[in-house]
């Protein structure tokens, strides 16, 4: 069975079309989701919500379209929905104000060279902590899944300018707390 | 930033912790067997039957309108989910400083967001400047935060309003038993840090909703599929409505624009136009985006969200056009070098006016002028042939730290801006990339009968 003869058989209510594109789909959707919600358990469960939301709306999907990038987008859009709706909230003194971004973001190259791979993951981890549902999202999506900003805008329903203000702001928050974390 | 870099540190990060054998669906085919089937489901309850006939009905009469309104609209609120009961805001809440005033007018608390709806009056000589630019002025960019008593700090979600002063802030939902919660505002937004009054804190004190508090219902319509006759399949309009408001004396309608893959590209995006209304005697309607709605995100994929709000005494039914035009990426990848000489002490300002004619992809496209600006320089450019979105500018040897662009509002230009730690100087060499080329203006068209 290949990918669009699984969705044929899901339109036509057979559940092992659904099956074999859970088996195709889930390992990248649970990290995706996990780099945005960093909560393994919620991340699965997202996960298997956007499954059963594939098999209630799977009559809606054009087949003419490839899978992964609609059901990428509903994990993504899940995953920010609930970091959003869970009111995480930050403590008082812990979140930085937006206008020291820009200082900081200079010397990141200059930061990559000194660490050790696993040393800059851990960096990378926690910098990402700090920032917002969204921006970990739009960081997800340009350098995990690699896709383009004009991919990004389309799937975000939004314009390439606010793809790229959104990519620059999260960039330089994210440059800011690695170099901070490597001046240390 | 070093995406291969990135990509290799997010992948180790989730390969950690997520192995390759992962299996969810056991999960979810438990879940999927403690579904009832429909069937089954109807031979139990027959007046469930009857009534998905007659929605059957309706949906054969065009639309579907949905039978619970969780959701309701309050004008200078927007629409909340009245599901489980409200809070509002017991009375409003100002502090004027040094001739500022800030001011908590509402607020509504529902299961899924708080609402604070805000102003700062500038009644003195201390008003913001708007030549402020956030690249090359330490500027207060912090937006109100929501304190709950036990000293937690809601973030924004959201927002929107009249300009930056006059809107409403959206948080995420407060917990049922909050009675009461402080508005800090750091700093005044898109001031210069520290020229203004800073940390206000407004304590807000709610109480449920009164019973009779009226709440404008929201409709909630399902888009039936068309019959593609060539096909003998259905499918469905890129327009559709999704919601109608009836305030009273006007309408407001939301909808959404569903964006076809264009052939043959593999990377695309659409410039939506401006939505056309007019009326069954071909009578132009004017309508205004209604300033107190914070537009939904999309439910579908590859979809624009639009709503209109427009009086009534219109000839019935109206119809909405909705111009869209592709933007495409080039993709031969063209790329063009020059060198451009900046000089030794370029000024703040100073313009170099080039009219410099570039092939690119076939395309001619003319690079106007270069204007130096703070630490960056600005690009001016324009499409003759109308044929060219926008074009990635860098210089080579220099990291970006910002930029934006503008266009193609104007019919033929566009300008690109490029913000760097310190302003490039010298000979430089400019590298032009990334073509994004203009495709031909659609209309889609969608007729509604109140």
Request: proline share 7%; with cysteine; net charge negative.
């Given at each position: 069975m290949d990918e669009q003869q699984a969705i044929q058989r899901l339109k036509q209510g057979d559940i092992s079309g659904l099956e074999f594109l859970v088996n195709h789909y889930q390992v990248k959707a649970v990290r995706t989701a996990y780099l945005i919600t960093r909560d393994l358990g919620l991340a699965e469960d997202i996960v298997q919500d956007s499954f059963l939301l594939v098999n209630r709306s799977i009559r809606n999907f054009?087949?003419?379209?490839?899978f992964e990038p609609w059901f990428t987008r509903s994990v993504i859009n899940a995953s920010v929905k609930t970091m959003q709706k869970s009111a995480r909230q930050v403590e008082a003194g812990e979140e930085a104000d937006e206008s020291i971004f820009a200082e900081l973001n200079s010397g990141f190259d200059s930061v990559e060279g000194q660490v050790e791979s696993i040393e800059f993951q851990n960096q990378v981890w926690d910098a990402m902590q700090k920032l917002s549902p969204r921006q970990r999202a739009v960081i997800v999506q340009r350098?995990?899944?690699?896709?383009s900003e004009a991919e990004m805008a389309r799937e975000s329903g939004v314009a390439i300018g606010t793809v790229k203000w959104l990519l620059n702001a999260a960039r330089q928050r994210l440059r800011g707390w690695l170099a901070e974390r490597g001046d240390k | 930033m070093n995406g291969n870099r990135m990509k290799d540190a997010l992948e180790n990060i989730t390969r950690r912790k997520i192995p390759?054998?992962?299996?969810l669906w056991p999960r979810i085919s438990v879940r999927l067997d403690k579904r009832k089937s429909l069937m089954q489901t109807l031979r139990a309850r027959p007046l469930l039957m009857i009534l998905i006939i007659v929605l059957i009905f309706l949906a054969l009469t065009g639309v579907v309108y949905a039978i619970g309104r969780a959701a309701g609209y309050i004008p200078g609120v927007g629409i909340v989910d009245q599901s489980t009961p409200l809070r509002i805001l017991a009375e409003p809440v100002s502090q004027t400083r040094d001739e500022i005033t800030v001011t908590v007018k509402d607020a509504v608390l529902s299961s899924d967001e708080s609402v604070i709806v805000f102003a700062i009056v500038f009644t003195?000589?201390?008003?913001?400047?708007?030549?402020?630019s956030p690249l090359q002025d330490a500027i207060c960019l912090s937006w109100p935060k929501l304190r709950l008593p036990d000293g937690t700090l809601l973030q924004i979600n959201g927002g929107g309003g009249i300009?930056?002063?006059d809107g409403r802030l959206r948080y995420p939902p407060l917990p049922a038993n909050t009675r009461e919660a402080t508005l800090i505002?750091?700093?005044?937004?898109?001031?210069?840090?520290?020229t203004l009054p800073e940390n206000w804190e407004l304590p807000l004190r709610f109480v449920p909703a009164p019973p009779n508090m009226t709440l404008i219902p929201v409709i909630e319509i399902t888009p039936s599929p068309e019959p593609d006759f060539a096909t003998g399949t259905a499918t469905q309009n890129l327009l559709s409505i999704t919601k109608v408001i009836d305030t009273g004396n006007s309408y407001i309608l939301i909808g959404e624009f569903r964006l076809p893959a264009p052939p043959k590209a593999a990377d695309w995006t659409v410039q939506p136009g401006i939505i056309k209304l007019s009326d069954a005697n071909g009578q132009e309607i004017s309508y205004e985006p209604p300033q107190d709605i914070d537009l939904p995100p999309p439910?579908?994929?590859n979809a624009y969200v639009w709503t209109i709000k427009f009086s009534k005494?219109?000839?019935?039914p109206i119809r909405i056009s909705y111009p869209y035009q592709y933007i495409l990426s080039d993709s031969s990848h063209a790329t063009y070098e020059f060198e451009f000489d900046a000089g030794s002490n370029p000024q703040e300002g100073q313009t170099w006016e080039l009219n410099k004619e570039i092939q690119m992809a076939g395309h001619t496209i003319t690079l106007v002028s270069i204007q130096a600006l703070g630490t960056g320089y600005n690009f001016e450019f324009m499409s003759s042939d109308h044929s060219i979105g926008s074009v990635g500018v860098s210089i080579d040897g220099y990291t970006l730290i910002g930029g934006g662009g503008g266009g193609p509002d104007q019919p033929i230009g566009w300008e690109a801006g490029l913000n760097y730690a310190e302003l490039p100087k010298g000979k430089l060499k400019v590298i032009l990339s990334d073509l994004f080329i203009l495709g031909e203006t659609k209309i889609s068209t969608i007729d509604w009968q109140p």
């Amino acid at each position: 069975m290949d990918e669009q003869q699984a969705i044929q058989r899901l339109k036509q209510g057979d559940i092992s079309g659904l099956e074999f594109l859970v088996n195709h789909y889930q390992v990248k959707a649970v990290r995706t989701a996990y780099l945005i919600t960093r909560d393994l358990g919620l991340a699965e469960d997202i996960v298997q919500d956007s499954f059963l939301l594939v098999n209630r709306s799977i009559r809606n999907f054009d087949s003419a379209r490839p899978f992964e990038p609609w059901f990428t987008r509903s994990v993504i859009n899940a995953s920010v929905k609930t970091m959003q709706k869970s009111a995480r909230q930050v403590e008082a003194g812990e979140e930085a104000d937006e206008s020291i971004f820009a200082e900081l973001n200079s010397g990141f190259d200059s930061v990559e060279g000194q660490v050790e791979s696993i040393e800059f993951q851990n960096q990378v981890w926690d910098a990402m902590q700090k920032l917002s549902p969204r921006q970990r999202a739009v960081i997800v999506q340009r350098y995990y899944l690699e896709m383009s900003e004009a991919e990004m805008a389309r799937e975000s329903g939004v314009a390439i300018g606010t793809v790229k203000w959104l990519l620059n702001a999260a960039r330089q928050r994210l440059r800011g707390w690695l170099a901070e974390r490597g001046d240390k | 930033m070093n995406g291969n870099r990135m990509k290799d540190a997010l992948e180790n990060i989730t390969r950690r912790k997520i192995p390759d054998d992962i299996n969810l669906w056991p999960r979810i085919s438990v879940r999927l067997d403690k579904r009832k089937s429909l069937m089954q489901t109807l031979r139990a309850r027959p007046l469930l039957m009857i009534l998905i006939i007659v929605l059957i009905f309706l949906a054969l009469t065009g639309v579907v309108y949905a039978i619970g309104r969780a959701a309701g609209y309050i004008p200078g609120v927007g629409i909340v989910d009245q599901s489980t009961p409200l809070r509002i805001l017991a009375e409003p809440v100002s502090q004027t400083r040094d001739e500022i005033t800030v001011t908590v007018k509402d607020a509504v608390l529902s299961s899924d967001e708080s609402v604070i709806v805000f102003a700062i009056v500038f009644t003195g000589e201390n008003k913001p400047d708007e030549k402020l630019s956030p690249l090359q002025d330490a500027i207060c960019l912090s937006w109100p935060k929501l304190r709950l008593p036990d000293g937690t700090l809601l973030q924004i979600n959201g927002g929107g309003g009249i300009g930056t002063y006059d809107g409403r802030l959206r948080y995420p939902p407060l917990p049922a038993n909050t009675r009461e919660a402080t508005l800090i505002v750091p700093c005044i937004p898109y001031t210069k840090s520290g020229t203004l009054p800073e940390n206000w804190e407004l304590p807000l004190r709610f109480v449920p909703a009164p019973p009779n508090m009226t709440l404008i219902p929201v409709i909630e319509i399902t888009p039936s599929p068309e019959p593609d006759f060539a096909t003998g399949t259905a499918t469905q309009n890129l327009l559709s409505i999704t919601k109608v408001i009836d305030t009273g004396n006007s309408y407001i309608l939301i909808g959404e624009f569903r964006l076809p893959a264009p052939p043959k590209a593999a990377d695309w995006t659409v410039q939506p136009g401006i939505i056309k209304l007019s009326d069954a005697n071909g009578q132009e309607i004017s309508y205004e985006p209604p300033q107190d709605i914070d537009l939904p995100p999309p439910e579908s994929p590859n979809a624009y969200v639009w709503t209109i709000k427009f009086s009534k005494g219109f000839a019935p039914p109206i119809r909405i056009s909705y111009p869209y035009q592709y933007i495409l990426s080039d993709s031969s990848h063209a790329t063009y070098e020059f060198e451009f000489d900046a000089g030794s002490n370029p000024q703040e300002g100073q313009t170099w006016e080039l009219n410099k004619e570039i092939q690119m992809a076939g395309h001619t496209i003319t690079l106007v002028s270069i204007q130096a600006l703070g630490t960056g320089y600005n690009f001016e450019f324009m499409s003759s042939d109308h044929s060219i979105g926008s074009v990635g500018v860098s210089i080579d040897g220099y990291t970006l730290i910002g930029g934006g662009g503008g266009g193609p509002d104007q019919p033929i230009g566009w300008e690109a801006g490029l913000n760097y730690a310190e302003l490039p100087k010298g000979k430089l060499k400019v590298i032009l990339s990334d073509l994004f080329i203009l495709g031909e203006t659609k209309i889609s068209t969608i007729d509604w009968q109140p």
